[in-house]
């Protein structure tokens, strides 16, 4: 793996910086019978101990800051609904860094100072909204900063102020897509491209809002403990996100074991920030399922190059002792003719095992009898395709909640 110039001394930096002013990175460096002094060629980046969203929790609300408290211009943070939320702080120039790295990642996707520019997300303590709000700012976009929800001034918007890219979830821009086909809009928007993040989704799903919009989708990659959206982006050709190799470093780890495993092969993305002051993270666990492509991209950029999210290594569920990410079931409902891809999957169980209940919605209202036939059909194709037997609950189209913000893609039985 070839780093950017600069890129070693910028780690050494950091990870000076970690030690000398972040207690708990530094008893676990102490641990480890690392000093900073140690790191001096990039190999040696895999010997300093991970960071997980676990020490986060444990250093709330701001026991991972690198910086005085009067040096912060912002905090944001995750919504917290499986415990106490991560806080980030930014100093000045974290803010200054975030917008060239969404700047940068905009002008990678093809965005462009004539593009009239819809954030169609919640603006906040989620970072999506702001990050892509002040890297369009930055190229010379005109943004509409509509925030999430209200789906029809959002559509009132698109076609008033003649909106060319717009970023949301892959959910509500299919949302979206759906609204447009049914009311025959679509000619009223010089809609060109959508960029969308902060949930995974699968390859069928981009053929079908691309197909329903009539545009580009583009795969945007970030979180909210890095920095926020602006760490990879894809370009034109769509093969693969290219990181923000000036600010930030990747490696890909087995998740069981935490070794490193060379570049092409899949497991779980680990990233360290390199010119962050406020609270940079050392070898962040982002358990993120993704691989690093070691290809040249058609582009001619060069760096690092991600391939698009799988999934999370905590999506994974284990049915009838079968591993199955909700990407796999999506990518098999979209084969299915008939379906739409709004769907939810309910995890139950049974005489100790776990099964797996898929609920999704037909793009159109059917007939007893065609929706007797659609459902036997798509029930057939998923047990097919994943290997067990899964429970398949063919839904009325509407009947499942939309959501500007992730879906909710899995839930346990009541």
Request: aromatic content about 6%; glycine content about 10%; hydrophobic content about 35%.
């Amino acid at each position: 793996m070839e780093w950017e110039q600069g890129s070693m001394e910028a780690l050494q930096r950091t990870v000076r910086r970690v030690w000398d002013r972040v207690p708990l990175t530094r008893g676990k460096m102490e641990k480890a019978g690392i000093t900073p002094d140690d790191i001096r060629r990039p190999e040696d980046l895999r010997r300093l101990p991970f960071t997980t969203k676990q020490d986060m929790r444990d250093a709330y609300p701001t026991g991972l800051l690198a910086c005085e408290k009067r040096d912060l211009v912002r905090f944001h943070a995750s919504s917290g609904t499986t415990g106490k939320p991560t806080v980030v702080g930014y100093t000045k120039n974290d803010i200054a860094t975030w917008t060239e790295c969404m700047a940068n990642c905009l002008e990678t996707a093809g965005v462009t100072a004539d593009d009239t520019f819809q954030v169609i997300l919640g603006y906040g303590l989620f970072t999506g909204a702001l990050g892509f709000h002040y890297g369009a700012e930055a190229i010379g976009a005109a943004v509409v900063p509509t925030g999430g929800g209200f789906t029809e001034r959002q559509l009132l918007l698109m076609e008033d102020l003649g909106t060319t890219v717009l970023t949301s979830t892959p959910s509500y821009a299919l949302h979206l897509a759906e609204l447009i086909r049914e009311r025959n809009l679509r000619d009223r928007f010089p809609l060109r491209m959508v960029i969308l993040g902060g949930e995974a989704w699968s390859e069928a799903m981009r053929e079908r809002i691309e197909k329903e919009l009539d545009v580009v989708a583009i795969d945007s990659y970030g979180l909210s403990e890095i920095i926020g959206p602006g760490v990879a982006m894809e370009c034109g050709h769509r093969n693969g996100l290219h990181l923000n190799s000036k600010h930030f470093l990747a490696e890909i780890i087995d998740p069981v074991t935490g070794e490193t495993l060379p570049d092409g092969e899949e497991g779980e993305l680990v990233i360290t920030t390199i010119t962050k002051e406020a609270m940079p993270l050392v070898r962040y666990r982002t358990r993120d399922l993704t691989r690093i492509i070691p290809e040249p991209c058609p582009c001619g950029r060069t760096g690092i190059r991600l391939a698009r999210v799988k999934g999370r290594s905590d999506d994974m569920l284990i049915i009838r002792g079968v591993n199955v990410y909700p990407s796999q079931v999506e990518a098999l409902l979209a084969r299915i003719p008939g379906l739409s891809l709004n769907y939810q999957l309910e995890v139950s169980e049974k005489d100790y095992m776990k099964e797996l209940t898929v609920h999704c919605e037909s793009e159109e209202l059917l007939d007893a009898e065609s929706a007797e036939t659609l459902g036997r059909r798509a029930s057939k194709k998923l047990n097919e395709g994943l290997g067990i037997r899964v429970g398949f609950n063919l839904l009325v189209p509407g009947i499942l909640e939309r959501s500007t913000g992730k879906a909710v893609r899995v839930k346990k039985a009541a």
